[in-house]
């Protein structure tokens, strides 16, 4: 079955220093990639996508996501995390009939000064 | 204001008790979807809907029920609300023409069953 995996359910930085969020896939064909962050108390945000074309993604908020064929990836980074960066991540895939999205078990991450 | 819309934000159930929460979207969008979130689980798809008349069960569909009379709504219902039911619960929606499925998902709807 397809599956993603977040690697680090928590993940802590200080303020100013680079974001890495880990993301890996299981497929045998090119999936569409995506990355979500959830606020407290709030529904989920599309960062970016990777659908087709050039595998480094820009997205929202400084943040961008390079999707890596042969290492099956598509890690999140962002060079400067900020505190309002605190949140939860997701990054599903689409597969499956109905354009379905499967979700990892996301990654909080925390922000201190 | 165009999205999806989530009713009740908040609720409190009792075991074997039985509701329904709402979801509406005004996007004219085909496809809807039912997540749960648990802590440390990620989003769980429960049902989905291809369009008015069409729904299909996703991972974990047992204890809920689901209905698409209309493109707009996508109600779900929990008919013998157990604890293991306690979770926060989103509906999705996504046009059926767009390829790269960018969900847009409501609020939430944060469910307690004691």
């Known amino acids: 079955a397809q599956s993603v995996t977040q690697l680090g359910s928590h993940v802590s930085v200080s303020e100013g220093a680079l974001v890495l969020l880990r993301c890996n896939y299981s497929s045998s064909v090119p999936p569409y990639l995506f990355w979500y962050v959830q606020y407290p108390n709030q529904g989920l945000q599309l960062l970016l996508k990777?659908?087709?074309?050039?595998?480094l993604v820009k997205g929202i908020n400084g943040f961008e996501a390079e999707f890596k064929k042969s290492e099956t990836s598509f890690h999140l980074t962002k060079p400067s995390a900020h505190m309002s960066d605190a949140a939860e991540y997701f990054c599903?895939?689409?597969?499956?009939?109905?354009?379905?999205?499967?979700f990892g078990t996301g990654t909080r991450l925390q922000v201190t000064l | 204001n165009a999205g999806v819309t989530q009713t009740p934000k908040f609720r409190i159930l009792k075991i074997g008790q039985s509701m329904t929460l709402q979801c509406t979207q005004d996007?004219?969008?085909?496809?809807m979807y039912w997540y749960r979130q648990d802590p440390g689980m990620g989003l769980k798809l429960i049902y989905y809907s291809v369009g008015a008349g069409i729904t299909d069960k996703g991972e974990v569909p047992n204890g809920y029920n689901v209905s698409r009379s209309t493109t707009e709504d996508f109600p779900l219902r929990l008919e013998l609300a157990a604890p293991s039911q306690t979770s926060v619960y989103f509906c999705?929606?996504?046009?059926?023409?767009?390829?790269?499925?960018?969900?847009?998902f409501g609020a939430g709807s944060r469910l307690t069953v004691l």
């Open positions: 990777y659908t087709t074309g050039a595998t």
């Open positions: 599903p895939r689409r597969g499956g009939t109905a354009s379905k999205l499967t």
């Open positions: 999705a929606s996504i046009p059926v023409e767009d390829g790269a499925n960018v969900l847009t």
């Open positions: 996007m004219n969008h085909n496809y």
